[in-house]
């Protein structure tokens, strides 16, 4: 069974930092393009970048609107996936999602609330 | 980047009735749009793929199609359990675009 389990948020000042962490498990991890997602309450999802397979070099594409802030990364070896995010602001509070659009699985979401 | 216009914000309907919710997409995006349902507190769930594909496990009830750029989800026949709120995604070229939604409530 694909899962998919976020795992990072909470609370986080202005200017600061948070990484989160997406534990994938149930298929082949490297075979899939890794995808996060974020969705502010109320608000339509807003695609934040994704991170290729291994047949693509593992190389990552970003929204232009989190380009330079935000670093999608992934470790083969534990089947994890990781938003970094950096100078947060408070429109960047939202629910964050990683996602394997192929076969459309989704994480349960993480909050991060970006306030002082 | 691919704007994607969707229509309408709201929607209240009947049981039974018939519905659409249309998106249009600012450039060229070939098949490469995908609708999903989200209601609160979940995730989104894929309910068409390429356009005109029915997602593993969705009723028959729903269908995609595609005129020109205009791409439409449709309901034949609504029931209780279509309420929700429902989103296109373009994914032809980076940056992938969601539409902003449209709210599928009980008139």
């Known amino acids: 069974e694909v899962k998919l389990l976020e795992s990072g948020g909470g609370l986080v000042q202005p200017g600061g930092s948070m990484r989160l962490s997406c534990a994938a498990s149930g298929f082949t991890f490297t075979d899939f393009y890794m995808n996060w997602i974020r969705q502010p309450a109320g608000k339509a999802p807003e695609w934040l970048g994704f991170?290729?397979?291994?047949?693509?070099?593992?190389?990552?594409e970003y929204n232009p609107s989190v380009k330079g802030r935000f670093t999608i990364s992934r470790d083969n070896t534990q089947n994890m996936l990781y938003l970094q995010m950096n100078t947060l602001r408070a429109e960047d509070t939202a629910t964050y999602y990683c996602?394997?659009?192929?076969?459309?699985?989704w994480g349960q979401g993480v909050m991060v609330t970006v306030s002082s | 980047d691919i704007q994607m216009t969707q229509a309408p914000s709201s929607l209240p309907a009947s049981l039974g009735d018939r519905v659409t919710i249309t998106c249009r997409a600012s450039?060229?995006?070939?098949?490469?749009l995908r609708w999903f349902q989200q209601k609160p507190g979940k995730s989104p769930r894929l309910m068409i793929y390429g356009a005109t594909n029915l997602a593993a496990g969705v009723p028959s009830r729903f269908s995609g199609s595609r005129s020109g750029s205009d791409y439409s989800l449709t309901i034949s026949s609504l029931e209780s359990e279509d309420m929700a709120d429902y989103y296109c995604?373009?994914?032809?070229?980076?940056?992938?675009?969601f539409g902003s939604g449209t709210k599928l409530e009980i008139k």
């Open positions: 450039q060229d995006i070939g098949n490469y």
């Open positions: 995604l373009q994914s032809k070229e980076s940056p992938l675009t």
């Open positions: 996602a394997r659009f192929e076969g459309n699985y």
């Open positions: 991170i290729r397979n291994k047949a693509n070099g593992y190389t990552t």
